[in-house]
């Protein structure tokens, strides 16, 4: 239950990271109505995007259709943000509002831009999912293992060995002053795992993986050490 954190009342722009609040809400549905993950939904126009990121890799297609379990994965997996917007004109709003506050977070204002948050609040969805304290064990274990084929690898999973399971998600956002990239994630190093959320912010966005790669690692030495884990790596 020991935890530690580093400007733990700064917030950022978690970007992508509100994808996992929704994934968690879209898990509540299917527990109160359950059916609702084979729901099928379809992709009848694109949406626009006021953002451009930079690691997007896969997207669903204009006039194919998908069930909501596919495009959790979309979502998560890759991402990408035109699942995310479809699933989120079907989403139960009041629910994804209610998570926040269940938390112990602010209720989000769903018209606005971004939605500022710390590192230490972030990692309550995290510990939550490692935990099934919020959804069913099924649930979570669902949305753990979606997570952990987040196909992002320049940042938390870059300092661990590859053999060690990682559940994460990234969120890139900000302006062209200033770009913001975080990640979180569950750790499951052997005897002793973790959650770890780290939040960047620089001019420059391909300069800030290579942050959250150091601390990940340093982090990953530290609690690999307590355990006698092998810090070779693979």
């Known amino acids: 239950n020991g935890w530690m954190g580093i400007n733990p009342d700064e917030k950022y722009m978690p970007g992508s990271l ?22 099928v939904l379809t ?7 006021d953002k451009h990121p930079e690691y997007l890799s896969k997207s669903i297609e204009i006039g ?11 979502m998560i997996e890759y991402s990408d943000n035109d699942a ?3 699933l989120f004109e079907n989403m139960d709003k009041s629910m994804f509002q209610k998570v926040f506050t269940d938390f112990g ?36 274990e669902f949305a753990t293992e979606l997570l952990s084929k987040c ?18 998600k990234f969120g890139e956002s900000g302006d062209p002053n200033e770009k913001h990239l975080s990640e979180s994630g569950i750790v499951y190093l052997n005897g002793s795992p973790y959650t770890i959320t780290i939040m960047t912010r620089g001019k420059e966005l391909k300069k800030l993986p290579e942050v959250i790669k150091q ?9 690999a050490s307590r355990d006698n884990v092998s810090l070779a790596s693979s």
């Open 105 to 140: 977070m602010t209720c989000p204002n769903l018209s606005a831009q971004n939605y500022p948050i710390t590192a230490k609040e972030y990692t309550y969805f995290m510990r939550s999912l490692y935990n099934a304290s919020y959804l069913s064990i099924k649930s979570s």
């Open 151 to 168: 196909n992002f690898t320049k940042g938390l999973v870059a300092g661990i060995p590859s053999n060690t399971k990682v559940a994460h």
């Open 43 to 49: 992709m009848t126009h694109s949406y626009e995007m």
């Open 84 to 86: 995310t917007s479809l």
């Open 18 to 39: 509100m994808k996992v609040p929704e994934l968690i809400t879209f898990l509540k549905m299917e527990e109160s109505n359950p059916g609702t993950l084979n729901k």
């Open 215 to 223: 601390l990940s690692e340093a982090v990953y030495q530290s609690m």
């Open 64 to 74: 194919k259709s998908y069930t909501v379990r596919e495009l959790l994965r979309y």
